[in-house]
């Protein structure tokens, strides 16, 4: 299994302001994945962030909005950009160790003013 | 779109066992059945998965049906801290395609477990 934390667990932000999480496993790991949960919603997939290459996007997210980094095969940010109140969700992170299974981090609960 | 459908909501008596359903009618033959639950404002944490056989951990019991259409967890001795939001998931075994490991999430189902 895998460890996972994430910084901050919790912010209030300005409209307009950025906010990078950053995720950090206690193992390497190949892939990460950044979730976004919207109020009393279920988790929608953001990307996939891979070691070493851009961050494959799914439909209605863009890196202009949520850019990634993953420096190495531990850690992976995800910034907010530019963030209205349309933006409050959980932001959760999740790694797979390479065989069958995901683990998740405890999320970060962002609410924009 | 989640390829799995789930009851909304369920109520079990603490002590007794909790059998969750999920049907999967469109699954594949390289595709694996996921557990995972909520607890209130936390991660998902992962119960157990399976391709075909029936699986069992210290968390719970996977039982799959022979023609893998439906599938149902279980929980032995339910405890009022098995409350949560528990996700049936669907998801491609083969490692190699490309987006095969993302998990797609559906609403799940809300189990209250009652004193």
């Known amino acids: 299994s895998a460890v996972i934390s994430q910084k901050p667990s919790r912010d209030i932000c300005q409209r307009g302001t950025s906010l990078t999480i950053q995720c950090q496993v206690d193992s390497q790991v190949t892939m990460m994945f950044w979730y976004r949960q919207q109020p009393g919603q279920s988790l929608t997939l953001i990307a996939t962030?891979?070691?070493?290459?851009?961050?494959?996007?799914e439909s209605g997210f863009v890196i202009d909005k949520f850019p990634i980094s993953r420096p190495n095969l531990t850690f992976s940010t995800l910034t907010v950009s530019n963030m209205s109140p349309e933006d409050s969700s959980i932001y959760l992170c999740?790694?797979?160790?390479?065989?069958?299974?995901?683990?998740f981090g405890p999320g970060t609960r962002l609410t924009v003013l | 779109d989640a390829k799995t459908t789930q009851p909304p909501s369920m109520d079990c008596a603490e002590g007794r066992a909790a059998n969750l359903p999920c049907n999967h009618s469109?699954?594949?033959?390289?595709?694996?059945v996921y557990w995972y639950r909520q607890i209130h404002s936390q991660g998902p944490q992962y119960i157990i998965h399976?391709?075909?056989n029936n699986e069992t951990n210290e968390m719970a019991s996977l039982i799959i049906t022979e023609d893998r259409k439906s599938s149902t967890l279980i929980l032995p001795h339910a405890t009022l801290r098995d409350t949560a939001v528990y996700y049936c998931i669907v998801r491609s075994a083969n490692r190699g395609v490309q987006g095969a490991q993302k998990l797609v999430f559906g609403q799940g189902t809300r189990l209250t477990i009652n004193p």
């Open positions: 999740s790694a797979s160790t390479g065989g069958d299974t995901q683990y």
């Open positions: 962030a891979n070691q070493g290459s851009e961050a494959t996007y």
């Open positions: 399976g391709l075909k």
């Open positions: 469109t699954i594949s033959g390289n595709e694996y």
